[in-house]
């Protein structure tokens, strides 16, 4: 316990909620993007918007406690990796990737090992597999 009497399981519960906090709006950005993509809103970079916060959630998962968010977002990552804003914008299965972030998120919670190999399994394969 610290001096003003949080214990360290609450600082780590508090980022963690954080954490989920700002994945819930990085999402919010990742259909806004797709959005703007689907309207072919050249003014926004949509694709560009888009893998910089897939990057950030792959990069953040891991550090609080899902790594399944990083599996997910890196295999987004290499779903995209041959994609322009015309294919970006007219792909449905990345809705897929999107939902499967979401599904996990708005639970709180990291699947276990068998339901992460349903999600991966459910998940197009990126170009480069």
Do not use: W
């Not at 980022?15 to 959005?35: G, Q, T, V, W």
């Not at 050249?42 to 399944?68: I, W, Y």
């Amino acid at each position: 316990m610290f001096k003003n009497g949080v214990t360290e399981e609450q600082i780590i519960a508090g980022m963690r909620d954080d954490f989920l906090a700002d994945a819930n709006k990085r999402l919010s950005l990742l259909r806004k993007s797709r959005e703007a993509a689907r309207n072919r809103d050249c003014e926004n970079d949509s694709l560009r918007v888009f893998r910089a916060e897939v990057h950030t959630l792959k990069g953040m998962g891991q550090a609080f406690g899902f790594p399944s968010l990083t599996m997910i977002s890196r295999r987004l990552e290499g779903y995209l990796s041959t994609h322009t804003e015309e294919v970006f914008a007219d792909d449905d299965e990345v809705a897929l990737f999107i939902d499967s972030i979401a599904d996990i998120v708005s639970s709180g919670e990291e699947p276990d090992d068998d339901m992460l190999d349903t999600i991966l399994g459910g998940l197009p394969a990126p170009a480069n597999d």
